[in-house]
Protein backbone atom coordinates (compact mmCIF):
# COMPACT_ATOMS: atom_id res chain seq x y z
CA UNK A 1 0.00 0.00 0.00
CA UNK A 2 2.84 2.44 1.28
CA UNK A 3 4.55 1.14 -2.58
CA UNK A 4 0.98 2.53 -4.02
CA UNK A 5 1.17 6.14 -2.39
CA UNK A 6 4.56 6.46 -3.26
CA UNK A 7 4.08 5.73 -7.06
CA UNK A 8 0.85 8.39 -6.50
CA UNK A 9 3.17 10.82 -4.84
CA UNK A 10 5.46 10.91 -7.95
CA UNK A 11 2.82 10.32 -10.41
CA UNK A 12 1.41 13.69 -9.18
CA UNK A 13 4.98 15.69 -9.14
CA UNK A 14 5.45 14.00 -12.98
CA UNK A 15 1.85 15.67 -14.00
CA UNK A 16 2.19 18.73 -12.78
CA UNK A 17 5.50 19.09 -14.07
CA UNK A 18 4.36 18.26 -17.56
CA UNK A 19 0.93 18.34 -17.65
CA UNK A 20 -0.94 20.69 -15.55
CA UNK A 21 0.80 23.94 -16.95
CA UNK A 22 -1.60 24.31 -20.47
CA UNK A 23 0.33 27.30 -21.66
CA UNK A 24 0.99 28.12 -24.86
CA UNK A 25 4.86 27.93 -25.79
CA UNK A 26 4.69 31.20 -26.56
CA UNK A 27 3.31 32.38 -23.01
CA UNK A 28 6.36 30.04 -20.88
CA UNK A 29 8.65 31.75 -23.07
CA UNK A 30 7.19 35.45 -22.30
CA UNK A 31 7.37 34.00 -18.38
CA UNK A 32 11.14 33.15 -19.09
CA UNK A 33 12.01 36.33 -20.17
CA UNK A 34 10.13 38.47 -18.32
CA UNK A 35 13.64 39.90 -17.08
CA UNK A 36 14.61 41.18 -20.65
CA UNK A 37 10.96 42.59 -21.37
CA UNK A 38 11.03 44.35 -18.11
CA UNK A 39 14.27 45.99 -19.55
CA UNK A 40 13.03 47.06 -23.31
CA UNK A 41 9.66 48.24 -21.35
CA UNK A 42 11.80 50.86 -18.85
CA UNK A 43 13.21 51.93 -21.85
CA UNK A 44 16.46 50.03 -21.41
CA UNK A 45 16.83 49.51 -25.24
CA UNK A 46 20.56 48.35 -25.33
CA UNK A 47 20.18 46.15 -22.10
CA UNK A 48 16.98 44.70 -23.46
CA UNK A 49 18.85 43.99 -27.23
CA UNK A 50 21.93 42.39 -25.60
CA UNK A 51 19.60 40.53 -23.44
CA UNK A 52 17.53 38.80 -26.50
CA UNK A 53 20.31 38.76 -28.60
CA UNK A 54 21.90 36.29 -25.76
CA UNK A 55 19.10 34.23 -25.26
CA UNK A 56 18.39 33.90 -28.93
CA UNK A 57 22.26 31.97 -29.14
CA UNK A 58 21.04 29.79 -26.01
CA UNK A 59 17.73 29.12 -27.54
CA UNK A 60 17.74 29.71 -31.35
CA UNK A 61 13.75 28.99 -31.75
CA UNK A 62 12.38 31.37 -29.04
CA UNK A 63 10.00 33.64 -31.15
CA UNK A 64 9.41 35.61 -28.00
CA UNK A 65 13.07 36.62 -28.17
CA UNK A 66 13.05 37.21 -31.74
CA UNK A 67 9.93 39.46 -31.29
CA UNK A 68 12.09 41.61 -28.79
CA UNK A 69 15.18 41.70 -30.11
CA UNK A 70 13.17 42.70 -33.51
CA UNK A 71 11.57 45.95 -31.31
CA UNK A 72 14.34 46.44 -29.95
CA UNK A 73 15.98 46.62 -32.97
CA UNK A 74 13.29 48.90 -34.42
CA UNK A 75 14.15 51.24 -31.75
CA UNK A 76 17.62 51.33 -32.25
CA UNK A 77 16.82 52.26 -35.96
CA UNK A 78 17.35 49.47 -38.17
CA UNK A 79 14.09 48.49 -39.10
CA UNK A 80 15.70 45.59 -41.85
CA UNK A 81 16.97 43.82 -39.24
CA UNK A 82 13.83 44.28 -36.52
CA UNK A 83 12.00 42.77 -39.70
CA UNK A 84 14.37 39.78 -40.24
CA UNK A 85 13.93 39.11 -36.85
CA UNK A 86 9.91 39.05 -36.36
CA UNK A 87 10.34 37.01 -39.87
CA UNK A 88 12.33 34.59 -38.38
CA UNK A 89 10.16 34.75 -35.10
CA UNK A 90 7.34 33.44 -37.31
CA UNK A 91 9.03 30.50 -38.62
CA UNK A 92 8.65 29.04 -35.12
CA UNK A 93 5.37 30.23 -34.42
CA UNK A 94 3.13 32.14 -36.37
CA UNK A 95 -0.10 32.23 -33.62
CA UNK A 96 1.42 34.86 -31.78
CA UNK A 97 -0.72 37.94 -33.19
CA UNK A 98 1.77 40.63 -31.70
CA UNK A 99 4.38 39.37 -33.58
CA UNK A 100 2.27 40.00 -37.24
CA UNK A 101 1.23 42.74 -36.05
CA UNK A 102 4.83 44.70 -35.39
CA UNK A 103 5.28 42.85 -38.61
CA UNK A 104 2.75 44.98 -40.08
CA UNK A 105 3.94 48.07 -38.51
CA UNK A 106 7.00 47.80 -39.58
CA UNK A 107 6.16 47.24 -43.45
CA UNK A 108 3.79 50.40 -42.59
CA UNK A 109 6.70 52.60 -41.82
CA UNK A 110 7.92 51.42 -44.61
CA UNK A 111 5.58 52.51 -46.82
CA UNK A 112 4.65 48.92 -48.42
CA UNK A 113 1.00 48.54 -47.12
CA UNK A 114 0.63 46.04 -49.60
CA UNK A 115 2.61 43.75 -47.88
CA UNK A 116 1.65 44.96 -44.43
CA UNK A 117 -2.43 44.22 -44.82
CA UNK A 118 -1.74 40.21 -44.60
CA UNK A 119 0.29 40.06 -41.72
CA UNK A 120 -2.51 42.62 -40.12
CA UNK A 121 -5.50 40.80 -41.33
CA UNK A 122 -3.68 37.97 -39.64
CA UNK A 123 -3.48 39.91 -36.45
CA UNK A 124 -6.76 40.61 -36.13
CA UNK A 125 -8.07 37.29 -36.59
CA UNK A 126 -5.11 35.94 -34.00
CA UNK A 127 -6.20 38.45 -31.51
CA UNK A 128 -9.55 37.58 -30.93
CA UNK A 129 -11.12 40.74 -30.29
CA UNK A 130 -8.68 41.34 -26.97
CA UNK A 131 -6.69 44.29 -28.48
CA UNK A 132 -7.54 47.14 -30.37
CA UNK A 133 -4.24 47.79 -31.69
CA UNK A 134 -4.79 45.23 -34.96
CA UNK A 135 -7.92 46.92 -36.04
CA UNK A 136 -5.98 50.41 -35.61
CA UNK A 137 -3.05 49.67 -37.94
CA UNK A 138 -5.42 47.74 -40.55
CA UNK A 139 -7.19 50.68 -40.85
CA UNK A 140 -4.01 52.55 -41.14
CA UNK A 141 -2.75 50.22 -43.72
CA UNK A 142 -6.64 50.20 -45.68
CA UNK A 143 -6.33 53.97 -45.81
CA UNK A 144 -2.96 53.94 -47.67
CA UNK A 145 -4.36 51.66 -50.02
CA UNK A 146 -7.26 53.97 -50.98
CA UNK A 147 -9.66 51.31 -49.21
CA UNK A 148 -11.56 54.20 -47.08
CA UNK A 149 -14.64 52.43 -46.65
CA UNK A 150 -12.96 49.21 -44.91
CA UNK A 151 -10.72 51.60 -43.12
CA UNK A 152 -14.12 53.27 -41.69
CA UNK A 153 -15.11 50.65 -40.71
CA UNK A 154 -11.85 49.19 -39.14
CA UNK A 155 -11.97 52.06 -37.38
CA UNK A 156 -15.17 52.23 -36.15
CA UNK A 157 -15.13 48.78 -34.66
CA UNK A 158 -11.59 49.56 -32.86
CA UNK A 159 -13.76 52.25 -31.12
CA UNK A 160 -16.29 50.22 -30.25
CA UNK A 161 -14.33 47.50 -28.45
CA UNK A 162 -12.37 49.69 -26.64
CA UNK A 163 -15.33 50.51 -24.79
CA UNK A 164 -16.12 47.09 -24.79
CA UNK A 165 -12.97 46.32 -23.24
CA UNK A 166 -12.99 49.41 -20.47
CA UNK A 167 -16.84 48.41 -19.45
CA UNK A 168 -15.72 44.36 -19.46
CA UNK A 169 -12.14 43.78 -19.27
CA UNK A 170 -12.91 40.08 -18.45
CA UNK A 171 -15.27 39.98 -21.21
CA UNK A 172 -12.92 38.56 -24.29
CA UNK A 173 -10.96 36.43 -21.82
CA UNK A 174 -13.78 34.74 -20.61
CA UNK A 175 -15.30 34.23 -24.27
CA UNK A 176 -11.25 32.59 -25.21
CA UNK A 177 -11.53 30.17 -22.45
CA UNK A 178 -14.83 28.58 -20.94
CA UNK A 179 -15.15 27.32 -17.94
CA UNK A 180 -15.63 23.47 -18.75
CA UNK A 181 -11.84 23.26 -21.15
CA UNK A 182 -9.17 20.80 -21.62
CA UNK A 183 -7.75 21.10 -18.70
CA UNK A 184 -10.33 20.66 -16.59
CA UNK A 185 -11.42 17.74 -18.32
CA UNK A 186 -7.81 15.93 -17.63
CA UNK A 187 -7.99 17.37 -13.97
CA UNK A 188 -10.99 15.44 -13.73
CA UNK A 189 -9.54 12.28 -15.14
CA UNK A 190 -6.89 12.53 -12.45
CA UNK A 191 -9.20 12.95 -9.73
CA UNK A 192 -11.00 9.76 -10.89
CA UNK A 193 -8.06 7.76 -10.56
CA UNK A 194 -6.94 9.60 -7.16
CA UNK A 195 -10.52 8.52 -5.87
CA UNK A 196 -10.25 5.37 -6.68
CA UNK A 197 -6.81 5.25 -5.34
CA UNK A 198 -8.05 6.78 -1.92
CA UNK A 199 -10.63 4.32 -1.62
CA UNK A 200 -8.42 1.59 -1.86
CA UNK A 201 -6.45 2.60 0.68
CA UNK A 202 -9.39 3.83 3.43
CA UNK A 203 -9.86 0.20 2.84
CA UNK A 204 -6.68 -1.27 3.56
CA UNK A 205 -5.10 1.41 5.53
CA UNK A 206 -4.46 -0.41 9.32
CA UNK A 207 -4.44 3.59 10.62
CA UNK A 208 -6.00 6.52 9.37
CA UNK A 209 -2.51 8.29 8.74
CA UNK A 210 -1.98 6.90 5.44
CA UNK A 211 -5.59 7.52 4.03
CA UNK A 212 -5.22 11.50 5.74
CA UNK A 213 -2.00 11.67 4.08
CA UNK A 214 -3.48 11.01 0.51
CA UNK A 215 -6.05 13.27 0.97
CA UNK A 216 -4.08 16.18 2.11
CA UNK A 217 -1.67 15.37 -1.32
CA UNK A 218 -4.26 14.63 -3.53
CA UNK A 219 -6.50 17.75 -2.77
CA UNK A 220 -3.77 20.18 -2.25
CA UNK A 221 -2.37 19.35 -5.94
CA UNK A 222 -6.49 19.60 -6.90
CA UNK A 223 -5.93 23.59 -5.81
CA UNK A 224 -2.58 24.18 -7.31
CA UNK A 225 -3.53 22.77 -10.70
CA UNK A 226 -7.23 24.59 -10.84
CA UNK A 227 -6.55 27.69 -8.09
CA UNK A 228 -10.09 28.95 -9.30
CA UNK A 229 -11.72 25.83 -10.21
CA UNK A 230 -10.54 23.73 -7.40
CA UNK A 231 -13.94 23.87 -5.73
CA UNK A 232 -15.80 21.69 -8.72
CA UNK A 233 -12.85 18.92 -8.36
CA UNK A 234 -12.64 18.71 -4.72
CA UNK A 235 -16.61 18.19 -4.96
CA UNK A 236 -16.46 15.41 -7.54
CA UNK A 237 -13.48 14.02 -5.64
CA UNK A 238 -16.03 13.91 -2.43
CA UNK A 239 -18.99 12.38 -4.43
CA UNK A 240 -16.31 9.89 -5.78
CA UNK A 241 -15.06 8.83 -2.75
CA UNK A 242 -18.60 8.45 -1.17
CA UNK A 243 -20.29 6.43 -3.94
CA UNK A 244 -16.60 4.54 -4.46
CA UNK A 245 -17.22 3.32 -0.52
CA UNK A 246 -20.37 2.59 0.00
CA UNK A 247 -21.72 1.24 -3.85
CA UNK A 248 -18.29 -0.68 -4.84
CA UNK A 249 -16.72 -2.00 -1.49
CA UNK A 250 -18.23 -4.35 1.47
CA UNK A 251 -18.83 -2.95 4.65
CA UNK A 252 -16.78 -4.73 7.21
CA UNK A 253 -18.69 -7.02 10.02
CA UNK A 254 -15.77 -5.67 12.69
CA UNK A 255 -17.40 -2.48 14.28
CA UNK A 256 -13.80 -1.66 15.17
CA UNK A 257 -13.07 -1.86 11.35
CA UNK A 258 -16.03 -0.08 10.75
CA UNK A 259 -15.18 2.91 12.82
CA UNK A 260 -11.51 3.28 11.70
CA UNK A 261 -12.75 3.05 7.79
CA UNK A 262 -15.67 5.75 8.70
CA UNK A 263 -12.65 7.76 10.46
CA UNK A 264 -11.05 7.65 7.02
CA UNK A 265 -13.39 8.06 4.74
CA UNK A 266 -15.26 11.30 6.41
CA UNK A 267 -11.92 12.84 7.71
CA UNK A 268 -10.58 12.34 3.58
CA UNK A 269 -13.85 14.41 2.81
CA UNK A 270 -12.75 17.01 5.17
CA UNK A 271 -9.60 17.33 4.41
CA UNK A 272 -10.15 17.52 0.78
CA UNK A 273 -12.21 20.78 0.67
CA UNK A 274 -9.42 22.58 3.22
CA UNK A 275 -6.24 21.35 1.62
CA UNK A 276 -8.12 22.15 -1.74
CA UNK A 277 -8.73 25.80 -0.58
CA UNK A 278 -4.88 25.57 0.48
CA UNK A 279 -3.50 24.61 -2.38
CA UNK A 280 -5.51 27.11 -4.37
CA UNK A 281 -4.22 29.74 -2.15
CA UNK A 282 -0.42 29.16 -2.43
CA UNK A 283 -1.01 29.02 -6.49
CA UNK A 284 -2.43 32.26 -6.45
CA UNK A 285 -0.04 33.09 -3.89
CA UNK A 286 2.88 32.09 -6.55
CA UNK A 287 1.27 33.97 -9.41
CA UNK A 288 1.26 37.30 -7.80
CA UNK A 289 5.03 37.32 -7.65
Known sequence: MEFLVVIAFFGYIYYLRN??????????????????????????????????????????????????????????????AAIADIQAGLSYDDQ??????????LFLEQNQP?????????????????????YHWRAKALMQLGREAEATLDTTHEN???????????????????????????????????????????????GIHLPYLLAVFAAISIGFVEPYKGWLLAIMQCILLL?????????????????????????????TFAASFLGGFLKRALNMK
Request: with cysteine; net charge neutral; aromatic share 10%.
Open 114 to 134: DQALPALNRAVTLSEETSTAP
Open 160 to 206: ELRELLKSSPGAPAASKAPFFDKRLAINMVMIIMTSALLVYVIKNAE
Open 19 to 80: YADLRTPSEKEATALSEGIKLYENGQTEQAFAYFDSRIKQKPKSCIAYLYRGLCGKKLGNSG
Open 243 to 271: AGYFLFTTQPEDQARQELENFGLYGSLIL
Open 96 to 105: VFTLHLELGK
